[in-house]
């Protein structure tokens, strides 16, 4: 709904530049959560609005799955961080404070986050307040597989955390959650999918590895779990 | 892959200086063809890639096996689809192995073919009377409910009995089993193909058995799947508290396995539950442990079944392997019927000129490099050759296990190249994708490419709308090649 406002006034056309440039590197659409419960049960996208590098922001009925073209900038994101991220964008241009204190405040919005991929190369990353894992990853080009995007039907975005104090500080993950964590490669004590693991302060310096599903794929006998 | 980052750089650095494409055709293009074409697309910047699909439709089971109320296990086609915007990238629909293009051609044109066609059949269960009418396989029903081409025709009857069994205790079963039992109102905003849904209205089916030859600490649902069974409205689920005992053998293999031990704990769950929790309940659900199938029984209609005979079992240890198996008791029992459903597994089809292991129902490949001699020693290579998913694995496993397949493969792949085990196959000129352009032309096939698949896509989408839902499948082979062809 805010974006909408947004649009009507005409204040799209900086937003709409700042979200281009923290979007570069980020693919997704922007979704109007209009509704809690749709048809699918779970989310439903009743509008979206996406950047064209030509056109601007526009909206458009929905279409799952639009498809990304060079030259356009989307933003992934569900309602909830839809919110967080109008929250940082609106306190970058329509907040009445100066800009350096605004600054501040967005800098310390930020956790560090270390991926460590599965031949032990690490990249460290910062990751908004509200962020999940597998959007963090993806934001950053990080090799962390999404197939259903977040919707916990699939095991694919599983990360192991490495700090036992930091996976302490994780919420127990719910039934649902456990569900999906049963199918999933490479299975730890400390596994969780990363499409759960929602950055917050306390997390800061957390460090997550990708499994080395290979190894435990085919080999020594194991045998994929029954589908 | 199993390459150090050195040795990337380097293999870059060889077929970068060469900028002769390689040129890669992928057979099937569901989940493991898919993944297969990313990694390889993505790992090799020479790769010239096609995936051939006998459907003028893509993505395999994820349209034609995953539940109609399953959309979110669908949303992996998306990222599917990314792929048709990869320059070196095509898609071929309408185009099948052996009749529209033969495994030699494939084999001349492309310097690397990809077997990834799944499995298109069933096992059999070999028993007397498997032939009537009223049993179907799995496969069948779930391809009829989501609208596959094949099955339009294969309708089962809904109307004339109350009692299905559903032979097997995995998620497809459970997937029929709910399907069978959900009340059609809740199907209706689903992408459920609008021939099925007419059908399951008129539905008089209350009563569904799912048979499984060993035990609760054996059975091949996983957690989900069983909690969205359990949470059926209108319907009472029974499992009899005596299934429920586990032998030393059985509390070893909870041990080892977190799904089974959590699907073992909801399977109890149901057991001690009241039955009167539930304030109507029109239709029931019973598992059924520790029967196997004996043979189909016909009443007065000498075609069409309406009993199945079972045998009691029990399970004793397979060798040392920890793994129980079921063993006859030579007691029986019937159940009245007049539905059956075999969900006792998918069985690849074999092809002219493949070497196929037909009691495994795979093709004979040592991480996924397809082998000549059925396995045995020496083994030969058959060099370009690879398989990958259902054909390599078995019909087992998640869509997910397809990407760790893939991987293997795509691994397999380029550790051949890198090593030189393609050569002297690899240096050859070959035509790739004119040179399948050129076949079907010959064949005057009309093949689908991606963009006329978005056509029937966005009819689908936008016929679905009238209706409040996300698709309405479009699901004869007429209509299907009529607008893609527009």
Known sequence: MELKRMMEKGLLSSFSRSLHMLSKNIQGSLNLHLQPLGIFGRREYLSKAYFDGDKGWTSSGSIQGAALKSGKAELQTTGQRFSM???????????????????????????????????????????????????????????????????????????????????????DPTDEENDMLDLAFGLTETSRLGCQVIAKPELDGIRLALPAATRNFAVDGYVPKPH | MALSSLQKWFFRGICSASSKPLHVCVVGGGPAG???????????????????????????????????????????VNQFSRLAENERFSFFGNVSLGTSVSLSELCDIYH???????????????????????????????WWYNGHPDCKCVAPELKTTDTAVVLGQGNVALDIARILLQDPAELERTDIAEHALASLRESSIRKVYLVGRRGPVQAACTAKELREILSLKHVQVHIQEA????????????????????????????????????????????????????????????????????????????????????????????????????????????????????????????????????????????????????????????????????EETVGSITEDLQQGALHPHISLDKPGRDGLLHILQDKNIRFVSFKDWEKINTKEINDGKLKSKPREKITSWEELQEIATQ
């Open chain 1, 85 to 171: 991220l109008m929250e940082s964008l609106k306190r970058r241009h329509f907040s009445t404070t100066g800009n350096g204190a605004d600054d501040q405040k967005n800098e310390k919005e930020k956790i560090s986050v270390t991926f460590v991929d599965k031949d032990g190369n690490e990249k460290e990353i910062k990751v908004p307040i509200g962020m999940s894992m597998l959007e963090a990853a993806h934001e950053n080009d990080i090799d962390l597989e999404g197939a259903c995007e977040g919707s916990l039907a699939c095991s694919t975005c599983h990360v192991i955390v490495m700090d036992v104090d930091h996976y302490n500080k994780l919420e």
């Open chain 2, 34 to 76: 898919f993944y297969t074409a990313e990694k390889m697309l993505k790992a090799h910047k020479e790769v010239q890639l096609d995936i051939i699909d006998r459907l003028p439709t893509p993505f395999g089971l994820v349209r034609s096996g995953v539940a109609p109320d399953h959309p979110e296990t669908k949303i992996v």
């Open chain 2, 112 to 142: 690397v073919v990809v077997l990834a066609y799944g499995a298109e059949s069933d096992r059999i269960l070999g028993i007397p009377g498997e032939d009537l009418n009223g049993i179907h396989s799995a496969r069948e029903f779930v």
């Open chain 2, 243 to 406: 299934d429920l005992v586990k032998s030393p053998l059985d509390e070893e293999e909870l041990k080892r396995s977190r799904i089974q031990r959590r699907v073992y704990d909801l399977l109890s769950k149901i057991a001690s539950s009241q039955p009167s929790d539930h304030v109507s309940c029109e239709r029931d659900l019973h598992f059924v442990f520790f029967r196997r199938p004996a043979s189909f029984l016909p009443c007065n209609d000498a075609n069409k079944v309406c009993r199945v005979r079972l045998e009691k079992t029990f399970l004793k240890e397979n060798g040392a392997t920890g793994r129980q198996s079921a063993v006859g008791s030579g007691e029986f029992e019937e159940l009245e019927c007049g539905l059956v459903f075999k969900s006792i597994g998918y069985k690849s089809l074999p092809v002219d000129g493949l070497p196929f292991n037909d009691q495994k129902g795979i093709v004979p490949n040592d991480r996924g490099r397809v082998l000549s001699n059925a396995g045995k020693e020496p083994s030969n290579f058959v060099p370009g050759l690879y398989v990958v998913g259902w054909l390599k694995r078995g019909p087992t496993g998640i869509i997910a296990t397809n990407l760790y397949c893939a």
